[in-house]
Nanobody, 126 residues
């Protein structure tokens, strides 16, 4: 079992930056692949970024490539999403997710990741 708690969301002006954190419980965090997704009310969930358990592999949605960076610190059981050059369209609830299968955390599995956080809101104003 993995429990995930996101933090770091907030209100930011367009062009600004935020860093989201996702703290995980459980001794096996380092064996899980991690991902970030975003979703607004009434919209479909969208894949944002993912990182493999060993940090050797990362994937990004085209809409955030070059602006967002995912990283993880297995010693701290934490995954991060550094978001730079934020745009109004980045406004969403951001959710971290964990799964033993990489396909799940990049949003290509038949079903979503097994574990989800409660989400943190990011609002970008112009």
């Amino acid at each position: 079992q993995v429990q995930l708690v996101e933090s770091g969301g907030g209100l930011v002006q367009a062009g600004g930056s935020l860093r989201l954190s996702c703290a995980a419980s459980g001794r096996t965090f380092s064996t899980y692949h991690m991902g970030w997704f975003r979703q607004a009310p009434g919209k479909e969930r969208e894949f944002v970024a993912a990182i493999s358990w060993g940090t050797a592999r990362t994937n990004y949605a085209d809409s955030v490539k070059g602006r967002f960076t995912i990283s993880r610190d297995n010693a701290k059981n934490t995954v991060y999403l550094q978001m730079n050059s934020l745009k109004h369209e980045d406004t969403d609830g951001y959710y971290c997710a964990a799964d033993a299968r990489y396909s799940k955390v990049i949003g290509t599995g038949a079903s979503g990741p097994d574990y989800w956080g409660q989400g943190t809101q990011v609002t970008v104003f112009s």
